[in-house]
């Protein structure tokens, strides 16, 4: 539509009726012209994504190198804006740490003073030092016969495995796992202070050798975490393994953490995961509630209901009982295979007591959407803060409506510190009129529109306060495994791929329950003179009952 506009001399000369319909026409075809600008950013968006695509294919096949990953959005500064003044006046400086109750030697140092001079005592000073030294042990182990004929041989002290100490395991997977330490690099300097090892030796301490003992309490940490979590957040990323591609996941919450490792990101594989190590299938009411949640078909939901029997042990049970009630042959959507396996994993997980009472807080990702589900703010306003306005009246309201979300979520942590049902009253109803405003930007529009749908998932804190409102928890445990990856790239073996996740896994829930996770390791490897840790699981169980 094209508006025909009067010379500009015969303008005076129209009424007040026809300005007011010639403006009205003009603001309508200004709003038409924004509409079609957004949907040619639009496709020139797609178009510019399918010439990437086409070099990216085009230097596949001149085998050149791939292209660099694009970078990450920078974050907002919402969480970190948001956070109460907590200064009042001057910082007081950090004092001098005491360590006057660990000398471990004493040194007198003398001095030849001139002819005459008087001694006034001693001057102080803790000086701090380590000593690294390669030793090595010849251990004379008796052996004996007895009168049967059965040879006895003196059992070697704890922690030394295939002649390798606790001390040098307890280096290596320290300096690897926590400082960073590439299996090159490691053996190199490991070498210099004198050790005689291989860079395939140093693997295998790390990833082969005596490792089922961190596998079990790794297992139990988790199990133990998703029995008496109030919330878990949870978050994934890519991962190379045996040449292919993976996903990360990540579990946790402010006691434990855990890190497991596959070739799918989908909904069945997240459940598999929070079955903590089980590989049973149960038919229970939490199944058939998940099931129905998820428009099983009627007759699939009635076989399966009314079947005898009601608990699997692995795959293939579940696999042979789904073919004994037909349901593979069903050609209905959505498919009831995949929908009553992930319904029997979710039975399966309330079986064994896990997230009884917990919220999953995520970002928007689907598989992650399950039980008692939270949105992540911090996600939901990157979304905002990710557009890319076209005029100035775009980029006022971009800017405006981000300010009213920070505002919203600074007084939801405010909340979050002393609850009130009139206060929660207040929220949600200022949540209606902060998402359904109409901005004239339209690609805002339908943003504000699609995160009022969420309505349920992003006010969950309203009833349960203790919450977070993020998910930087996960963020932060996943940076760890970031930086592995890019310092030492993907795994080969699957041996190698299960240390990493499990110890990474052990070393984040340390460190979130105040513990060394350098005496950890020392206790774990049978280091004699270590002070002991309890086992990892119970300190988890304590924590959630403080």
């Known amino acids: 539509m094209c508006v025909t506009l009067p010379p500009t001399d015969s303008l005076e000369g129209l009424s007040l009726a026809h300005l007011r319909g010639l403006v009205a026409a003009l603001i309508g075809e200004v709003r038409g012209l924004q509409g079609r600008v957004e949907i040619l950013e639009i496709e020139k968006q797609a178009l510019r994504a399918e010439n990437q695509t086409l070099k990216d294919e085009i230097a596949r096949l001149k085998n050149l190198p791939p292209r660099p990953p694009d970078k990450p959005p920078r974050p907002s500064g919402m969480e970190k804006a948001t956070q109460p003044s907590s200064s009042k006046g001057k910082r007081r400086r950090r004092g001098a740490k005491r360590d006057g109750g660990r000398v471990s ?145 990540q579990i946790g919450d402010d006691r434990f953490t855990a890190f497991r490792t596959g070739r799918s990101k989908s909904r069945a594989a997240f459940l598999a995961t929070l079955r903590a190590g089980h590989s049973d299938y149960i038919i229970n009411e939490e199944a058939l509630a998940y099931m129905r949640g998820r428009n099983l078909a009627g007759p699939a939901l009635e076989r399966l209901a009314a079947a005898p029997h009601r608990a699997f042990a692995d795959s293939a049970a579940w696999a042979a009982h789904l073919a004994a009630l037909g349901l593979d042959q069903l050609a209905v959507e959505p498919n009831p295979v995949k929908i009553a396996t992930e319904g029997a994993m979710w039975g399966a997980i309330r079986h064994h007591g896990f997230l009884a009472d917990a919220v999953i807080v995520s970002d928007d990702a689907g598989q992650f959407r399950i039980g008692d589900h939270a949105l992540c703010w911090v996600h939901a306003e990157r979304l905002v803060h990710k557009l890319m306005p076209m005029t100035p009246d775009q980029r006022q309201a971009v800017d405006v409506m981000r300010q009213l979300i920070w505002w919203f979520y600074r007084d939801l942590k405010s909340y979050q510190r002393a609850p009130c049902p009139r206060r929660a009253a207040a929220l949600r109803a200022r949540f209606e009129r902060l998402f359904k405003r109409r901005t004239g930007y339209v690609m805002l529009d339908r943003l504000l529109a699609r995160l009022h749908r969420r309505k349920q998932e992003l006010l969950r804190v309203l009833d349960r306060p203790e919450i977070p409102l993020h998910t930087n928890g996960s963020e932060n445990d996943i940076r760890a495994f970031v930086t592995k990856r890019k310092i030492s790239g993907g795994t080969v073996s699957e041996a190698g791929k299960n240390a990493r996740d499990l110890l990474l896994g052990l070393m984040k829930t340390c460190i979130k329950l105040d513990i060394s996770f350098f005496r950890y390791l020392g206790d774990r490897l049978g280091i004699p003179t270590q002070q002991p840790i309890p086992p990892l699981p119970d300190l988890v169980r304590q924590a959630a009952q403080a």
């Open 105 to 249: 030697r004493e040194v007198t140092v003398a001095v030849s003073p001139p002819a005459g001079s008087r001694f006034k005592g001693y001057e102080t000073i803790l000086v701090r030092d380590l000593i690294l030294s390669a030793e090595v042990v010849r251990y004379r182990r008796e052996r004996w016969v007895t009168p049967a004929g059965e040879t006895i041989v003196a059992p070697l002290p704890a922690g030394i495995v295939g002649g390798w100490g606790p001390n040098l395991r307890r280096f290596i997977l320290a300096c690897h796992i926590q400082g960073q330490v590439t299996t090159e690099r490691l053996t190199a300097l490991l070498t210099g202070i004198g050790v005689d090892i291989s860079k395939r030796q140093v693997v295998r301490l790390i990833s082969e050798e005596d490792l089922e003992a961190f596998a079990a309490e790794d297992r139990d940490v988790l199990r133990a975490g998703l029995a008496t979590a109030r919330w878990i957040t949870v978050d994934d990323t890519s991962a190379r393994h045996a040449n292919r591609d993976g996903y990360t996941t």
